[in-house]
């Protein structure tokens, strides 16, 4: 039974990881059909880096909407995904590169349906690791 129960959560695992990908993948090719696939029905909010929270699912669609009509916007990429699963939902937390910057960012699905949905969004700048600061801080002039 114990071997059932690692399988099982393990696929939730790999479920989950997918659905994080599904969704930088819609992020990338600005397909909102497929961000709106992603997400949950009711009870989704969303934090956009330098925004205010937006709550609702036609808001946050409408927020995808204005994102991925502006020509300057640049590639979003995801990487380093790490995962929490406690009963029903599902964070993945990963690193997202925006521009040559680093964002921290956390995906919190929830399970429904048989398959994990998205209810929040939240990316927010990452500050460089201690030693780069310190090496920032240096100078020879």
């Known amino acids: 039974m114990p071997e ?10 790999s479920a989950l990881i997918d659905a994080n990908a599904a969704y930088y993948r819609a992020f990338a090719a600005r397909d909102l059909g ?31 909407r204005d994102i991925f009509g502006n020509p300057g916007q640049e590639a979003v990429s995801a990487h380093d995904p790490h995962t929490l699963i406690e009963g029903g939902d599902g964070r993945v937390f990963c690193i997202e590169e925006v521009g040559g910057g680093l964002l921290l960012a956390t995906n919190w699905f929830r399970w429904s349906t048989e398959r994990w949905r998205l209810v929040h969004h939240q990316a927010s700048p990452l500050a460089p690791p201690p030693s780069a600061r310190r090496e920032a801080k240096q100078s020879f002039h």
């Open 4 to 13: 059932r129960i690692q399988h099982c959560q393990s696929m939730d695992e």
């Open 34 to 64: 497929a961000m709106s696939d992603l997400w949950a029905a009711e009870g989704v909010s969303c934090v956009h880096p330098g925004w205010p929270v937006i709550v609702g699912r036609s808001q946050v669609l409408a927020s995808y």
